[in-house]
DNA sequence: ATGGTTGCCAAGCAA
């Protein structure tokens, strides 16, 4: 068994105690991190080390994005991809040794506030990452090795049940249409599984994020699932399991992801 | 309609 977790840390050096604890708690053999805000040389390899997560895959920069994959199996770090084409450090991708297994862990840009490419480029950069990623997934070579997971911050809640009111968010920057439509090209390209949603089947809620920008986020409970686990089809009929860490939202310190986990009978 | 919070790193940007 293989266990797989992805989750956007928003700052891996202020959150490590939480990384350290939820490692702890649930010993995955792989954890994929975004958001971790730090250059690589900041990176705290020692504590990782000290808990058994000897094996990295790290993609830095200063104060913004970065993306990390820790590991207790030995891994070979084989892309980075910047489908931004602008520097930014939001993709890692690694192959696990033994099993061949492949993890892509990607930080897909937030895209700003107003969902019109004019107005803002950076919706218009999210769009075209997300285009890219298309691109690099219609070449993947899915005949030889055990399979493809691409896990992290997709920054995009297709499903209405993704989100805590589809018609309030339609206008939203992660739940537009052009937005859900873009993922949904990518998803074809490659027949990704939905791994979430294989086992926490639509329409049931499932939310992943919820905003600082509320005093008790349980109390309205408005989340959105912006976190993704997609295996290739072959791969995606290995999961045996997959669960969230809802809890984590309300840990000391907390990042505004929770982690995703998902198990793998290989 | 607006503003609400957080992290980086020391002003404003990114989320």
């Known amino acids: 068994m293989i266990s797989v977790?992805?989750?956007n840390i928003n700052s891996v050096r202020l959150r490590l105690p939480i990384v350290e604890r939820f490692l702890q708690e649930e010993a995955v053999d792989v954890l994929c991190l975004q958001e971790i805000k730090c250059q690589?040389?900041?990176?705290?390899y020692e504590a990782l080390a000290a808990i058994g997560y000897k094996?990295?895959?790290?993609?830095?920069?200063?104060?913004?994005?970065?993306?990390?994959?820790?590991?207790?199996?030995?891994?070979?770090?084989?892309?980075?991809?910047?489908?931004?084409?602008?520097g930014e450090a939001r993709h890692v991708g690694v192959e696990l040794e033994g099993s061949g297994m492949r993890i892509d862990n990607v930080y897909v840009p937030a895209g700003g506030d107003e969902p019109d490419r004019d107005k803002n480029p950076k919706f218009g950069q999210k769009l075209d990452f997300l285009g890219r990623m298309t691109e690099w997934a219609n070449?993947?070579?899915?005949?030889?090795?055990?399979?493809?997971?691409?896990?992290?911050?997709?920054?995009?809640?297709?499903?209405?049940?993704?989100?805590?009111?589809?018609?309030?968010?339609?206008?939203?920057?992660?739940?537009t249409p052009i937005e859900c439509e873009t993922?949904?090209?990518?998803?074809?390209?490659?027949?990704?599984?939905?791994?979430?949603?294989?086992?926490?089947k639509d329409p049931e809620r499932y939310?992943?994020?919820?905003?600082?920008?509320?005093?008790?986020?349980?109390?309205?409970?408005?989340?959105?699932?912006?976190?993704?686990?997609?295996?290739?089809?072959?791969?995606?009929?290995?999961?045996?399991?997959?669960?969230?860490?809802?809890?984590?939202?309300?840990?000391?310190k907390p990042s505004d992801h929770i982690p995703l986990i998902t198990e793998f009978d290989l």
Do not use: C
Request: no cysteine; glycine share 8%.
């Open 183 to 200: 993922l949904d090209r990518f998803k074809s390209a490659h027949d990704w599984v939905d791994v979430g949603r294989e086992f926490i």
């Open 207 to 252: 939310y992943s994020w919820w905003s600082y920008r509320s005093k008790d986020h349980k109390a309205n409970d408005r989340g959105r699932r912006l976190d993704h686990m997609w295996a290739t089809p072959k791969l995606a009929t290995k999961a045996s399991g997959h669960r969230l860490r809802e809890d984590a939202r309300s840990w000391e």
């Open 55 to 86: 094996h990295t895959a790290v993609h830095g920069q200063k104060g913004y994005h970065g993306v990390a994959t820790v590991s207790r199996l030995p891994l070979r770090e084989y892309s980075r991809h910047d489908w931004q084409a602008n």
């Open 5 to 7: 977790a992805t989750w």
């Open 139 to 175: 070449d993947i070579d899915g005949a030889d090795h055990a399979g493809t997971l691409i896990v992290g911050d997709f920054n995009i809640a297709p499903l209405p049940s993704d989100v805590w009111g589809h018609k309030q968010l339609l206008k939203v920057v992660s739940h």
């Open 40 to 44: 690589e040389h900041q990176f705290p």
